[in-house]
């Protein structure tokens, strides 16, 4: 019969196997630690990245909206809440004469509803091609053949029926393209030209729908419920929105950086409370874990006496304890880690959904680095409380070490 040889590493698994228990708990508290530090830098990074990129799919400086509905119209940007409110199309008009303004692009909202007419409730919004510079270069990104009358392109979170169309007060349209994810109401939204979005708010007229009522006194052919502005170079944005205020009544103006003032500081004491419980995990954890090594080593200090009378070296005995921690760090590390993945990836919409923050994952390079560095802390965490235990104890004497406790 063939004989194994013993080296430290078959010897570490042979120790680790004989002794379930302590190699459960150990690799339990490893677990937990490298659970936390990739949960902790996976939502903290997609906080970061939502806010970011909704700061870039907005595009404009300035929202100039129907007086009275800041919050609403805060409310479909943020999350996609459909609503629909309208002033006069002049309005755009006296915009772009003003001096300091660039450029001027207004839109047409109108909501959907869950009924026979249609497919869902979504915001739809209608975009003038020639003068549109919030959505189009998104549009362009996954369409490049020009949006025309009668198609609709769709945000990430919003599903086409099975042949590719989608139905609005009885009129079904082509579905052209979806968005990528942008962790903004664009992702339950609709976008089509103006054309298509009044003759759509005109079905729902005919229709006579109680939930539509408010656009049967709308003139939807002369009617936007937003313009946003692009400021020229160089112009205060105070100074602007002071002026606009002055020469056209009835409006409220929405600056894009307070849209997104509150949500960061919501956003920055969340990261801090996210980073925070991450490291007071990560150091409960390795002070447990140099509890438990130090316990652990001690209460082996005959067995490594009789290595060490069998001929073993300090270093060898050393060796045999960093191996064993090696691999309970590293089962510990792939069973936290997993865990991880398994919890954040498939769940990131409803995670973004309860934090109510913008939420979108970061990249694959920003992932690969949370992983490995959560897996290099949960390594060394374990490694060296291991360690530092096991060279204490191989300098005691072997002879005292072996007369203790007769």
Not at 77 to 92: A, H, M, N, T
Not at 256 to 274: A, N
Request: overall charge negative.
């Amino acid at each position: 019969m063939e004989r194994k040889r013993l080296n430290v590493f078959r010897l570490s698994y042979i120790n680790l196997r004989g002794d379930g228990f302590r190699t459960g708990v150990l690799i339990f508290v490893v677990a937990v630690l490298s659970f936390s530090l990739l949960v902790g830098s996976i939502i903290s990074n997609s906080l970061a990245n939502g806010l970011e990129t909704a700061k870039a799919r907005l595009g404009a400086d300035i929202a100039v909206i129907p007086a009275g509905h800041e919050a609403e119209y805060e409310g479909v940007i943020l999350s996609g809440e459909p609503i629909r409110f309208y002033f006069d199309k002049s309005v755009q008009s006296q915009l772009v004469s003003m001096e300091g303004i660039e450029k001027a692009a207004g839109q047409f909202f109108l909501t959907s509803i869950s009924s026979e007419c249609c497919s869902e409730a979504v915001q739809i919004i209608g975009i003038d091609l020639d003068t549109d510079f919030v959505t189009t270069p998104w549009i362009s990104n996954v369409y490049k053949n020009g949006l025309r009358d009668g198609q609709i392109i769709v945000g990430s979170d919003v599903y086409p029926e099975d042949d590719g169309t989608v139905t609005f007060y009885n009129v079904k349209y082509d579905v052209v393209a979806q968005l990528e994810k942008s962790s903004t109401g664009m992702d339950y939204s609709v976008f089509t030209t103006e054309n298509t979005v009044r003759d759509l708010a005109k079905a729902a007229h005919e229709l006579g729908l109680t939930q539509t009522a408010d656009l049967f006194d709308t003139d939807v052919d002369n009617s936007l419920s937003v313009v946003h502005l692009k400021l020229a170079e160089g112009y205060d944005t105070g100074r602007i929105v002071s002026k606009i205020r002055r020469e056209i009544d009835g409006i409220d103006i929405v600056r894009s950086s307070k849209i997104f003032e509150g949500i960061s500081d919501k956003l920055g004491i969340f990261s801090r409370f996210i980073g925070t419980i991450s490291w007071a995990i990560w150091l409960l954890a390795a002070a447990v874990l140099s509890a438990l090594y130090a316990f652990g080593v001690n209460a082996r200090k005959r067995e490594f006496a009789v290595l060490r009378l069998l001929g073993a070296t300090r270093k060898r005995v050393v060796a045999l304890v960093f191996c064993e921690s090696v691999l309970v760090s590293v089962f510990g590390s792939i069973i936290g880690l997993s865990l991880a993945a398994l919890i954040v990836f498939p769940f990131s919409t409803y995670i973004g959904g309860r934090l109510g923050l913008p939420f979108l994952l970061p990249n694959s390079g920003h992932i690969a680095a949370a992983f490995l560095f959560s897996l290099i802390v949960s390594l060394a965490s374990g490694t060296v409380s291991a360690v530092f235990a096991a060279i204490k104890l191989s300098r005691a004497e072997t002879y005292i070490t072996m007369r203790e406790g007769e």
